[in-house]
């Protein structure tokens, strides 16, 4: 199972939009509706921001937004704070549930 | 609240053998289905294992597949991940993480470092 694809890195000033990307297969991304993200920060776990493609947990602020169009699933993150400069990766089920694949990661800098 | 936490890595040799560990509390363990999820320090996540909640089927990437045994004790409220011959790209920061449609909470990570 290859990894899902992001790009390496995203910037943007604070207030501003960025997108970032998720790239699979009709085989992961595509084929399920089970798309999720996570936020890392230097040194600690990840945490849960979107999951089943759009949906919020508990706690993580609405400027968080996620969507999918065929294969690609992105993460949104609009009003940029300096605190959420971190590492972000996509993940997704796969083969009929019984596997799961993570994007590769973007870093994001918010300048 | 929910806790989950990650114990016995350490430095092994390659070849060898090592059982990590992962206690859960503050949810029905015995409910969920869990995972085990690793990431070279400075690399990306890597998904590994999954295991449902009574431990009757269980999965596993690739790379591990053969070398690896996912497992759980649902009296004791602990997950559990056997890695024998472990080879020098295993090293990496282990999670474990409960299932609720994806990998929800986490872990701090345990590392395991496979090296002579």
């Known amino acids: 199972q290859s990894a899902l694809t992001q790009p390496r890195s995203v910037s943007g000033s604070p207030g501003q939009s960025v997108t970032i990307s998720c790239t699979g297969t009709?085989?992961?991304?595509?084929?399920?509706?089970?798309v999720s993200w996570y936020q890392q920060h230097p040194g600690k776990a990840p945490k849960l921001m979107i999951y089943?493609?759009?949906k919020r947990p508990s706690g993580v602020p609405d400027r968080f937004s996620g969507s999918k169009s065929g294969n690609t699933a992105s993460l949104t993150i609009s009003g940029l704070q300096a605190e959420d400069e971190a590492d972000y990766y996509c993940?997704?089920?796969?083969?009929?549930?019984?596997?799961?694949?993570f994007g590769g990661g973007t870093k994001l800098t918010v300048l | 609240e929910v806790q989950l936490v990650e114990s016995g890595g350490g430095l092994v040799q390659p070849g060898g053998s090592l059982r990590v560990s992962c206690a859960a509390s503050?949810?029905?363990?015995?409910?969920?289905?869990m995972h085990w999820v690793r990431q070279v320090p400075g690399k990306g996540l890597v998904w590994v294992s999954r295991?449902?909640?009574?431990?009757?089927?269980?999965s596993y990437a690739d790379s591990v597949k053969g070398r690896f045994t996912i497992s759980r004790d649902n009296a004791k409220n602990t997950l559990y991940l056997q890695m024998n011959s472990l080879r020098a790209e295993d090293t990496a920061v282990y999670y474990c993480?409960?299932?609720?449609?994806?990998?929800?909470?986490w872990g701090q990570g345990t590392l395991v470092t496979v090296s002579s």
């Open positions: 993480a409960r299932d609720k449609w994806t990998p929800d909470y």
């Open positions: 503050g949810f029905t363990f015995s409910s969920y289905w």
């Open positions: 295991i449902n909640s009574d431990g009757s089927s269980t």
């Open positions: 009709s085989s992961d991304v595509g084929g399920y509706n089970y």
């Open positions: 089943e493609v759009s």
């Open positions: 993940c997704s089920y796969a083969a009929s549930y019984t596997k799961v694949v």
